[in-house]
């Protein structure tokens, strides 16, 4: 009986020469050899029907035990890659990616053919920021932080855990963090709630997403603050939510307008303590107005309450969700932007109806946010020790916010129109009509890019077009005796 045919590949041998193992690596050593022939397999230069050498061989070659070397052809043989014949040693078998096949690096086809609809418009959104930039809006000082007091709280939280911190953690969040979080919103805000109607999110922007599908579906009209936060349209176009601009004066959004523009919408989101980024607060007739329409149309209204905590002076503006009588209200908070941007921790308090079924949503999605944090967290409150942070970081927010004023009024007075705000970590300053007829904010943007300090334009806050021309500063991060000489550097750059 006539032998069949050996292919070329048949008769190949493999050799290992030129693979260096990592020992310092993270990777197990048998894992670097797999890897490594995993992906020759794949790209081809292993075709099949090659032969190994033997395990020893292979092992002399890159300086290792024979164990690692059979324990890395076992994960092969278990995936398919290789196949041991009688008398044939053991050889690359058959596999999809076959010499001809695109490898599995390839790059994926362009956003068009595989991308949905809403998401190719959600990537599309023009967008410049610097998150490194001293006057990066929202971005607050972690050099003053209590890390010290954090890491022992981590350690003591960790030293002995209970099972229901590793295991059985609810989508509600730690209760021991929801009930210190209803505390320190009544501490803080003087917002009353109880434990159940808290649910810890994975802060304010994760909060807001699960609650877009949780109430929307695709084509459903929201209000939106025009200018307004960005970053919240975002999670509504990602909901497939249908955006309707509403524009914001000195009293904060102008309800009457929204009603004319959208009278049956089914969210409206707002910020209105301390209106992003324009920095106005909602007056009380405008809320009256806002929360009776929304009971009258069954529509949800989420208050975005961001950096309320840094009020600078005046009394502390009450909140929307206060003044909620009928549970249309979803207030949304975060500790990421009071201690640390990494701490992904926020907070939303709403009706114990709608925390029963966010929490079953929940459930089904993400399960619940990151708990390695909470206990810790919840200690941390229980403590005192955010309140005596926020006392200290507000006086020196005040601080940065004077120094900021008066660099401003100093270097460009004639071409920024800037005013104080009560709270939060930025100032919007607008153009002047001299200012704004020489160039638009987008190309001052650019240029203080090009002076090394970043600030971004008012206009990218727009979702139609800017009526108002200006820069959104930021000074959480910008010690006060570097506000002068840097905005100097921009003031050079605005005016040549």
Same mark, same amino acid.
């Given at each position: 009986?006539?032998?069949? #045919?050996?292919?070329?590949?048949?008769?190949?041998?493999?050799?290992?020469?030129?693979?260096?193992?990592d020992?310092?690596?993270?990777?197990?050593?048998?894992?670097?050899?797999?890897?490594?022939l &995993?992906?020759?397999?794949?790209?081809?230069?292993?075709?099949?029907?090659?032969?190994?050498?033997?395990?020893?061989?292979?092992?002399?070659?890159?300086?290792?035990? &024979?164990?690692i070397?059979?324990?890395?052809?076992?994960?092969?043989?278990?995936?398919?890659?290789?196949?041991?014949?009688?008398?044939?040693?053991?050889?690359?078998?058959?596999?999809?990616?076959?010499p001809?096949?695109?490898?599995?690096? !390839?790059?994926?086809?362009?956003?068009?053919?595989?991308?949905?609809?809403?998401?190719?418009?959600?990537?599309?959104?023009? $967008?410049?920021?610097?998150?490194?930039?001293?006057?990066?809006?929202?971005?607050?000082?972690?050099? !003053?932080?209590?890390?010290?007091?954090?890491?022992?709280?981590?350690?003591?939280?960790?030293?002995?855990?209970? =099972?229901?911190?590793?295991?059985?953690?609810?989508?509600?969040g730690?209760?021991?963090?929801?009930?210190a979080?209803?505390?320190f919103?009544g501490?803080?805000?003087?917002?009353l *709630?109880?434990?159940?109607?808290?649910?810890?999110?994975?802060?304010?922007s994760?909060?807001l997403?699960? *609650? *877009?599908?949780?109430?929307?579906?695709?084509g459903?009209?929201?209000?939106v603050?025009?200018?307004?936060?960005?970053?919240?349209?975002w999670?509504?176009?990602?909901?497939?939510?249908?955006?309707?601009?509403?524009?914001?004066?000195?009293?904060?959004?102008?309800?009457?307008?929204?009603?004319?523009?959208? @009278?049956?919408?089914?969210?409206?989101?707002?910020t209105?303590?301390?209106?992003?980024?324009?920095?106005?607060s909602?007056?009380?007739? =405008?809320?009256?107005?806002?929360?009776?329409w929304?009971?009258?149309?069954?529509?949800?209204?989420? /208050?975005?309450? $961001?950096?309320?905590?840094?009020?600078h002076?005046?009394?502390?503006?009450?909140?929307?969700?206060?003044?909620? =009588?009928?549970? &249309?209200?979803? $207030?949304?908070?975060?500790?990421?932007?009071?201690?640390?941007?990494s701490?992904?921790?926020?907070?939303l308090?709403?009706?114990?109806?709608?925390?029963? #079924?966010?929490?079953?949503?929940r459930a089904?999605?993400d399960?619940h946010?990151?708990?390695?944090?909470?206990?810790?967290?919840?200690e941390?409150?229980?403590?005192?020790?955010?309140?005596?942070?926020?006392? =200290?970081?507000?006086?020196?927010?005040?601080?940065r916010?004077?120094?900021?004023?008066?660099?401003?009024?100093?270097?460009?007075?004639?071409?920024? /129109?800037?005013?104080?705000?009560?709270?939060?970590?930025h100032?919007?300053?607008?153009?002047?009509?001299?200012?704004a007829?020489?160039?638009?904010?987008?190309?001052?943007?650019?240029?203080?890019?090009?002076?090394g300090?970043?600030?971004?334009p008012?206009?990218?806050?727009?979702?139609?077009? @800017?009526?108002?021309q200006?820069?959104?500063?930021? $000074?959480? &991060?910008?010690?006060?005796?570097?506000?002068? @000489?840097?905005?100097?550097?921009?003031?050079?750059?605005?005016?040549?």
């Amino acid at each position: 009986m006539a032998r069949p #045919a050996r292919t070329a590949a048949a008769g190949r041998r493999m050799s290992m020469a030129g693979m260096l193992l990592d020992r310092g690596a993270d990777m197990p050593l048998y894992q670097q050899v797999a890897a490594h022939l &995993r992906q020759r397999i794949l790209e081809g230069s292993l075709p099949a029907g090659t032969r190994l050498a033997g395990s020893r061989e292979i092992a002399g070659e890159l300086g290792c035990s &024979r164990a690692i070397v059979l324990a890395a052809c076992d994960l092969l043989y278990a995936e398919g890659y290789l196949l041991s014949t009688p008398r044939g040693g053991v050889r690359v078998a058959e596999i999809a990616h076959a010499p001809g096949a695109a490898p599995p690096s !390839e790059e994926p086809p362009p956003d068009g053919e595989w991308l949905s609809d809403r998401w190719r418009s959600l990537l599309a959104t023009d $967008y410049v920021f610097e998150p490194g930039s001293p006057f990066s809006p929202g971005t607050p000082d972690i050099a !003053e932080f209590p890390f010290e007091i954090w890491a022992r709280l981590l350690r003591q939280s960790w030293h002995n855990p209970l =099972r229901s911190a590793c295991i059985d953690m609810s989508p509600l969040g730690w209760q021991p963090l929801r009930e210190a979080t209803a505390e320190f919103l009544g501490a803080v805000r003087g917002l009353l *709630c109880r434990p159940e109607e808290v649910v810890i999110t994975p802060a304010s922007s994760g909060a807001l997403d699960l *609650c *877009c599908r949780m109430l929307l579906d695709p084509g459903d009209e929201v209000w939106v603050e025009e200018p307004g936060f960005i970053e919240a349209r975002w999670s509504l176009k990602a909901a497939g939510a249908k955006l309707v601009p509403v524009p914001v004066d000195e009293k904060g959004l102008i309800v009457a307008e929204g009603i004319r523009r959208a @009278p049956r919408a089914k969210l409206v989101v707002v910020t209105p303590s301390h209106q992003f980024p324009l920095g106005v607060s909602m007056g009380l007739e =405008r809320r009256l107005e806002l929360l009776e329409w929304a009971r009258e149309n069954g529509a949800w209204i989420i /208050e975005d309450d $961001y950096n309320s905590e840094f009020r600078h002076r005046d009394s502390m503006v009450a909140s929307l969700k206060s003044l909620d =009588r009928h549970g &249309r209200v979803v $207030y949304l908070g975060t500790f990421s932007k009071v201690m640390m941007p990494s701490l992904r921790l926020g907070y939303l308090v709403a009706s114990a109806r709608f925390v029963e #079924a966010f929490g079953k949503g929940r459930a089904r999605i993400d399960v619940h946010s990151a708990g390695t944090a909470q206990p810790a967290l919840a200690e941390f409150l229980n403590q005192g020790h955010l309140l005596r942070y926020l006392r =200290r970081m507000r006086k020196l927010y005040a601080e940065r916010q004077q120094a900021v004023l008066h660099a401003l009024r100093t270097l460009l007075p004639d071409e920024l /129109e800037v005013a104080p705000t009560a709270a939060g970590l930025h100032l919007t300053a607008l153009f002047t009509p001299a200012m704004a007829a020489r160039m638009s904010d987008r190309e001052a943007s650019a240029r203080t890019r090009r002076s090394g300090n970043f600030i971004q334009p008012l206009s990218q806050c727009y979702l139609g077009e @800017p009526d108002r021309q200006g820069l959104i500063i930021g $000074y959480g &991060r910008l010690d006060a005796a570097e506000a002068m @000489p840097r905005l100097a550097t921009v003031a050079q750059h605005l005016k040549g």
